[in-house]
C-alpha cells in the first residue's frame, strides 16, 4: 500500500509540473496561481519552476499563524512541481496557430485532472496553497469555497498586474478542474488506515470528506 500511494505522489507532482508546461506553451491562460508565478517569474528572470517553489516555501511560512502542520507530500509538491515545470518548458514547444494552442490547453487541463487525483489520492497533504486556504477558512469561519475564491482573486489581480496570462484557458481551467477531479479521484483514491491522515478533497465542494477543513486540488 505504501509502495503504491508513494508512486502515485510522485507521478501526480511530475504530471502536475509536465501540465503546467502545457498550459505556459499553449499561451492561452493560466489558472490564477500560475498567472501570478509566470508574473514574478517575468519580473526577476528566474525560470517559473524557481518561482513555484519560493512561493511555495513562503507560503507554508503563512501556515504557522494559521497553525496549519506540513505532511510529506506538502514538502515534495513544493519542489517536485517546479521542477517537472522546468523539464516540461525545456522539452514542450510553443505553438503558433490556433489548433495547437487548443490541443495543448486540453492536454494540459486533462492531466492537471489526473494529477491532482493521483496526488490528492495518495493522501500524503495538502499542496502549500490549499492549506492556505484551508488554514484560513479553519481560522475565520468563512467557507472553504469563500477561502479559496479570495485568495485567487488576489493571486490572479497581482499576476495580472506583473504581466502573468490571464485569457480563456483561465476560464476553462476554472469551469473544467473541479469536477474532472470529482470524477476522477475515486479511481486514484487510497483507502485511508484507521487513525491515518484526514480525508482526501472532495473535489466538487472543496471541502473534506469528513468536514474537518480540506485541501482542495493540487499546487
Not at 28 to 48: E, K, M, Y
Not at 152 to 159: K, T
Request: hydrophobic residues 55%; positive net charge.
Amino acid at each position: 500500500m505504501m509502495t503504491r500511494r508513494l508512486i502515485q505522489l510522485f507521478t501526480g507532482l511530475a504530471m502536475y509540473g509536465i501540465s503546467l508546461a502545457l498550459f505556459i506553451r499553449a499561451g492561452l491562460g493560466l489558472d490564477p496561481w500560475d498567472v501570478f508565478h509566470q508574473g514574478v517569474a517575468g519580473r526577476t528572470g528566474l525560470s517559473i519552476g524557481v518561482v513555484v517553489i519560493i512561493v511555495s516555501f513562503l507560503v507554508l511560512l503563512l501556515w504557522i499563524p494559521l497553525r496549519q502542520r506540513p505532511g510529506f507530500g506538502t514538502l515534495c509538491n513544493a519542489i517536485l512541481v517546479g521542477v517537472f515545470a522546468d523539464v516540461g518548458l525545456a522539452l514542450i514547444p510553443a505553438f503558433s496557430h490556433l489548433g495547437g494552442q487548443i490541443a495543448l490547453l486540453a492536454g494540459a487541463v486533462l492531466l492537471n485532472g489526473i494529477a491532482s487525483a493521483c496526488y490528492i489520492g495518495a493522501r500524503f497533504g495538502p499542496g502549500a496553497r490549499d492549506g492556505l486556504m484551508t488554514g484560513l477558512a479553519r481560522r475565520t469561519g468563512w467557507s472553504v469555497r469563500l477561502s479559496r475564491t479570495l485568495i485567487e482573486v488576489v493571486v490572479l489581480a497581482a499576476g495580472w498586474l506583473l504581466g502573468g496570462s490571464v485569457g480563456v484557458g483561465t476560464v476553462v481551467y476554472a469551469l473544467a478542474i473541479g469536477p474532472l477531479v470529482q470524477l476522477l479521484l475515486p479511481y486514484f483514491l487510497v483507502p485511508a488506515a484507521r487513525g491515518g491522515a484526514g480525508s482526501p478533497v472532495n473535489a466538487k465542494s472543496g471541502d473534506r470528506e469528513d468536514r474537518s477543513a480540506a485541501p482542495a486540488t493540487a499546487s
